[in-house]
């Protein structure tokens, strides 16, 4: 597996880390369209390739990591773009959600400061899952020194997620309880540093 930031690659990954980003959090997006396609090309636009890990095999991503400053983002959307691939209606709800939840920082419950990485969209690709390739990610991130600490949030109810985040030597620091539970299946975020 090659790892590259995004932004060394030409303009077609822009579609892949979509595609990839549609795959990882769907679930979380049918509120927007159950239409895969639809939604990948709506967001293809959305993500900052100056922070995007990607690892590659046979040309095709396996895997994804973002690993991003406090002083900047991950993504950055169109209102336009959302509206005109997913209609006034649904691209204005796109748009609400990612102004609300995407394009700022997770409100961490702990000091961030210049020498903090904040690890986002962890995802792997279905056919690679279970096979390393977040953890190569990840390691290739922690080999290049940029930070001292890393942060992240992960839902209580990925436990997945959870233990492989402990096996990396990232720690609990910190639980929200969630307002909505019910509706969106996730009891708490948990914040976890490095």
């Not at 959600?97 to 792997?124: C, L, M, Q, R, W």
């Not at 992960?154 to 492989?164: G, M, R």
């Amino acid at each position: 597996m090659e790892i590259k930031l995004a932004k060394d690659l030409d303009e077609s990954i822009r579609e892949k880390i979509s595609a990839l980003f549609v795959e990882a959090f769907g679930r979380e997006l049918r509120i927007i369209s159950t239409d895969a396609s639809t939604l990948i090309k709506a967001f293809s636009h959305i993500f900052v390739l100056d922070y995007f890990y990607v690892g590659i095999i046979d040309n095709d991503i396996a895997g994804m990591i973002v690993c991003v400053d406090k002083e900047h983002y991950c993504t950055h959307h169109n209102k336009k773009i959302l509206i005109k691939n997913l209609g006034f209606i649904k691209g204005s709800l796109a748009n609400m959600i990612f102004t609300k939840y995407f394009n700022k920082h997770p409100k961490y419950p702990v000091e961030i400061d210049d020498k903090t990485g904040s690890i986002e969209f962890v995802a792997t690709n279905k056919k690679q899952r279970g096979t390393g390739v977040a953890s190569s990610i990840m390691e290739y991130i922690f080999s290049l020194n940029r930070y001292e600490k890393y942060i992240l949030e992960v839902a209580d109810t990925n436990e997945k997620a959870f233990q492989l985040y402990k096996k990396w030597g990232f720690k609990e620091v910190h639980r929200i309880k969630q307002k909505y539970a019910k509706i969106m299946g996730i009891h708490h975020l948990v914040y976890m540093v490095k």
